[in-house]
């Protein structure tokens, strides 16, 4: 069982950075594609990025290409996204998910274990 705890999320104003962290427990860390999600006030659930747990290559939602930086501690069990410039329309809950040995790293359905979401607020 993997459990997932994010942390860094806060008020900030537009143009500024965040970077969000998401702790996972478990002896198989490096086993697992890490994702983030995050929904906004009335709107379904969004990809934002993920690392794949075979490679390690850093996958992005198109609108955050360029701005979100997403990377992984194997040591420390840890995954970061670090977000650059943000935007009022960034403002939503962001999730940590876990998804064991997947590669279809889009997909919410693909990820068994979620974390309870830091929320992410972006004034203008």
């Known amino acids: 069982q993997v459990q997932l705890v994010e942390s860094g999320g806060g008020l900030v104003q537009a143009g500024a950075s965040l970077r969000l962290s998401c702790a996972a427990s478990?002896?198989?860390?490096?086993?697992?594609?890490m994702g983030w999600f995050r929904q906004a006030p009335g709107r379904d659930l969004e990809f934002v990025a993920a690392?794949?747990?075979?490679?390690?290559?850093?996958h992005y939602a198109d609108s955050m290409k360029g701005r979100f930086t997403m990377s992984r501690d194997n040591a420390k069990n840890t995954v970061y996204l670090q977000m650059n410039n943000l935007k009022p329309e960034d403002t939503a809950v962001y999730y940590c998910a876990a998804a064991y040995r997947v590669l279809a790293v889009m997909n919410q359905g693909n990820y068994a274990h979620w974390g309870q979401g830091t929320q992410v607020t972006v004034s203008s």
């Open positions: 478990g002896r198989t860390f490096t086993s697992y594609t």
């Open positions: 690392i794949t747990w075979n490679d390690d290559r850093s």
